[in-house]
């Protein structure tokens, strides 16, 4: 299994970026999909969560309003699209595939001025 994400950078405040998670050597469709996020010196914490049809979503009370998650599973690839990013959404963000111990290499995101 390999998860490959992309999408992160350096963006301002209030800009947007969108994260995607490329998945291969797994049915994709059969598997729920998650975000996570580490900032420096703080704990892995989940961000946002999808159901392996899309059918159903979940999101950490931090991002809500203002982070969507979704998938294509005809491109085996979960995306998180992040508008309205504050310097506090500063982290690695990982994708993961559900209740498994499968995680990509993260991206990292820099919201600065």
């Known amino acids: 299994v390999q998860l490959v994400e992309s999408g992160g950078g350096l963006v301002q405040p209030g800009g947007s970026l969108r994260l995607s998670c490329a998945a291969s050597?797994?049915?994709?469709?059969?598997?729920?999909m998650s975000w996570y996020r580490q900032a420096p010196g703080k704990e892995r914490e989940l961000v946002a969560s999808?159901?392996?049809?899309?059918?159903?979503?979940n999101y950490a009370d931090a991002v809500k309003g203002r982070f969507t998650i979704s998938r294509d599973n005809t491109k085996k690839t979960v995306y998180l699209q992040m508008n309205s990013l504050k310097p506090e959404d500063t982290a690695v963000y990982f994708c993961?595939?559900?209740?498994?111990?499968?995680w990509g290499q993260g991206t990292q995101v820099t919201v600065s001025s």
């Open positions: 993961k595939v559900r209740f498994s111990a499968y």
């Open positions: 050597g797994l049915p994709f469709s059969d598997y729920h």
């Open positions: 999808i159901t392996n049809t899309g059918g159903s979503t």
